[in-house]
């Protein structure tokens, strides 16, 4: 995340002096070409920043959210009215996985922290479970798509919330 300093002749897209950021991880390898306080990157690469986040909040966007796009729209398959759980909901990847799930239109239950509960409520997440308090493996609601991404329950327990089509990511 940075700011423009310069652009070359075929970029349309920004201005010097746009605010930015990206995934500079080179897709074949993964492997993270640059950390530097300068840095020349194809215009494909990069967005324009949001105005109220800080460049910090924009750099980890792409980690995250990649992940939690992945998660739930590549492997978990998420379409609208399934019932979605997102362990982890307190996280990086997991803020982004409630938001995309939500933007399925999937009904999104989220396990976090109290502490968290009024924020996964305010990003989308129609229920939240306090994993200080309740086992969600042993409820009694069925989802048809389990996100984990903390790995706290064994995937044989999370099978028992889990629709006889339903996946786990």
Do not use: M, W
């Amino acid at each position: 995340a940075g700011v423009v300093d310069a652009i070359g002749d075929d970029v349309t897209t920004f201005c010097v002096g746009d605010e930015v950021f990206g995934q500079i991880a080179d897709v074949s390898t993964g492997r993270t070409r640059a950390l530097a306080e300068y840095l020349c990157v194809d215009a494909a690469v990069a967005v324009k920043k949001p105005q109220g986040i800080g460049f910090a909040e924009a750099a980890a966007v792409p980690l995250a959210g990649c992940a939690a796009l992945h998660a739930v729209r590549d492997y978990g398959q998420v379409t609208s009215g399934q019932h979605v759980l997102i362990n982890g909901a307190g996280g990086g990847v997991g803020v982004h996985a409630v938001q995309l799930a939500k933007h399925f239109g999937a009904t999104v239950t989220a396990v976090c922290s109290e502490a968290k509960r009024a924020l996964r409520h305010d990003i989308g997440a129609d229920h939240v479970i306090d994993y200080r308090k309740h086992d969600f493996t042993a409820g009694s609601t069925r989802y048809d798509v389990i996100v984990d991404t903390v790995s706290s329950q064994a995937v044989r327990r999370c099978r028992r919330v889990l629709a006889p089509q339903g996946r786990f990511v």
